[in-house]
Nanobody, 119 residues
């Protein structure tokens, strides 16, 4: 059983910054990929950023403003969000592709953390 727990969301003014954290715990052999998704009211969930062993990707809307990073030892992923805009307002979800000690891979989701950008 694996759990993902996000933190770091909140209310911030346009131009401000937030740092989201996500920690995975449970029966983990390896984490193949981690990422952040977001869902705004009335919109579909969209990919924000992903990180694997050798690749980092971002949605065009956040390039140059957001930075994804990871700590393999801590089974954690982070999203540094700078120059925030009102259109960044959404529930942000952590996602991870995790292989168990039994060598079974599965995709997990966190519960979500609210990010609100407003003046």
């Amino acid at each position: 059983q694996v759990q993902l727990v996000e933190s770091g969301g909140g209310l911030v003014q346009p131009g401000g910054s937030l740092r989201l954290s996500c920690a995975a715990s449970g029966s983990i052999f390896s984490i193949n990929a981690m990422g952040w998704y977001r869902q705004a009211p009335g919109k579909q969930r969209e990919l924000v950023a992903t990180i694997t062993r050798d690749r980092i990707t971002y949605v065009d809307a956040v390039k140059g403003r957001f930075t994804i990073s990871r700590d393999v030892v801590k089974n954690s992923v982070y999203l540094q969000m700078n120059s925030l805009k009102p259109e960044d307002t959404a529930v942000y979800y952590c996602n991870a592709d995790i292989t168990s000690p039994a060598r079974i891979s599965y995709e997990y989701w966190g519960q979500g953390t609210q990010v609100t950008v407003s003046s």
